[in-house]
């Protein structure tokens, strides 16, 4: 047979002349085996080590950092932010814009890089969790969806964690679906401020829920909830920052309102999609929530118990990231974190509080108990920045 190969010579009929079997074969392989040999290596690479997880990146990374400065260049917008008006929404102004706006942006490529380099080995681990449940989504296995729920005190690197898991999360998912830029991570938080601040979305607008979770809106009607579906459709992961200020009702109506996207039965919590919760129970509380209300209050005869207790996995970081005297007010604020009504403060840290009592210039955020106290201060600012005003 080799011989035939090397030394043998056919003749085409209305040809007189006799060719060479080595030729048509080196010249039909080169017009339709092209690759040939890169493609068995690759099938021999694909049986020894398993599927690669990073071979989107490796075959097009110029399309996915294109694709991300585009979304920052404010092209190619969210799906999401395009338009959620869901009907019974607009009754409420605020609720249908302040989320609708707010674009869930992931970092480039390039901002990326030096952020997960710097993560530290709590935050990387955690990342790692994250990454490997992706990495088995990707892989097409089915994994238990994940809960996990992020805390740690002020100044521990939650926020900068949360961008590098959307990063991650959505560039291995994109693997999953037909359209890489479909929705398959919504990072989220229960208020407009803190939403912006992680350039989120808010919980109420991305996914259809009336701000005052009256139960009349827990269920959208069919039409609402596949124009929702056509957005949410890829979703599999659901980041809610600043998970304190979230109770009971509202982590039911975003249980609700999942298992609706996802048409999934009663029982199947989230509708399947993984949540990673991320705050601080120390930090600040949902308004107007009376104690047995609050997540972490274990209270079994609530039926929306079994969303939060028993069911997240808790991580905790626990090292300070912030810098120089940042760093030292975070550690104070962790200090006072758990501090009891009864324990009184140490001298150091009654100076260093006594030190930061005071006004602040004018440009920061001022934060008063009283609306009387907040009316005053906007009144001193209007006077000083306008000098020309009219009254009515
Ligand atoms: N691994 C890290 N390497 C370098 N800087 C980091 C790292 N993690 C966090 N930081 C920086 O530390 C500061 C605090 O981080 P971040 O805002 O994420 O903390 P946080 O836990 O969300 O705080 P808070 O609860 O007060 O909102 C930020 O300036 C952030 O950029």
């Known amino acids: 047979m080799r011989n035939f190969f090397t030394c043998g010579t056919v003749k085409f ?7 060479s079997v080595r030729e048509i074969v080196v010249k039909n392989m080169s017009d339709f085996v092209k690759d040939g040999h890169d493609l068995e290596e690759a099938e021999k690479q694909l049986n020894e080590k398993g599927p690669n997880e990073d071979a989107w990146c490796e075959l097009c990374p110029e399309a996915e950092v294109n694709r991300r400065e585009c979304i920052d260049e404010g092209k190619v917008t969210s799906v999401i932010e395009e338009d959620l008006s ?18 869930s942006v992931s970092l480039t490529k390039n901002e990326i890089i030096p952020r997960l380099r710097s993560l530290n080995v709590k935050q990387r681990r955690i990342l790692y969790k994250v990454r490997d449940w992706c990495i088995q989504k990707s892989n097409g296995k089915t994994p238990e969806p994940l809960h996990l729920f992020i805390t740690g005190g002020a100044g521990t690197g939650k926020s900068h964690l949360i961008k590098c ?3 991650e999360a959505t560039r291995i998912l994109a693997q999953t679906s037909e359209n890489p830029d ?11 401020t803190a939403a912006f601040n992680i350039h989120g979305l808010t919980i109420h607008s991305a996914l259809g829920i009336f701000k005052t979770l009256s139960p009349d809106h827990a269920t959208l009607s069919e039409d609402k909830i596949n124009s929702l579906r056509t957005k949410l459709e890829n979703l599999q992961i659901l980041i809610i920052d600043e998970i304190s200020m979230v109770n009971k009702k509202l ?30 129970f120390y930090q600040l509380p949902p ?20 969303l939060w207790n028993g069911l997240f996995e808790i991580a905790e970081l626990d090292e300070i990231m912030r810098q120089r005297e940042d760093g030292l007010f975070a550690e104070l604020l962790n200090r006072l974190r758990v501090k009891q009504k009864n324990e009184s403060l ?15 210039p004018d440009e920061a955020l001022h934060i008063y108990s009283t609306n009387a106290e907040v009316d005053n201060f906007n009144k001193e600012m209007i006077m000083k920045l306008c000098t020309e005003f009219k009254t009515n």
Not at 346 to 360: A, I, Q, V
């Open 182 to 192: 479909d929705l398959t991570v919504l990072l989220t938080a229960p208020t407009g």
């Open 346 to 360: 140490t001298l150091f840290d009654k100076r260093t509080l006594t030190h930061c009592f005071g006004d602040g």
């Open 251 to 280: 982590l039911f109506f975003v249980h609700e309102r999942l298992r609706q996207v996802k048409k999934r039965p009663d029982k199947c919590l989230f509708g399947g999609v993984s949540v990673i919760a991320v705050g601080d």
């Open 165 to 167: 898991i959307q990063y």
């Open 86 to 103: 869901i009907p019974d929404l607009n009754n409420e102004k605020s609720s249908s814009s302040v989320g609708t706006n707010l674009l």
């Open 287 to 306: 308004v107007k929530t009376k104690r047995v209300d609050k997540l972490y209050v274990d209270d079994p005869s609530n039926p929306s118990n079994q």
């Open 13 to 19: 009929e209305g040809d007189n002349e006799l060719s």
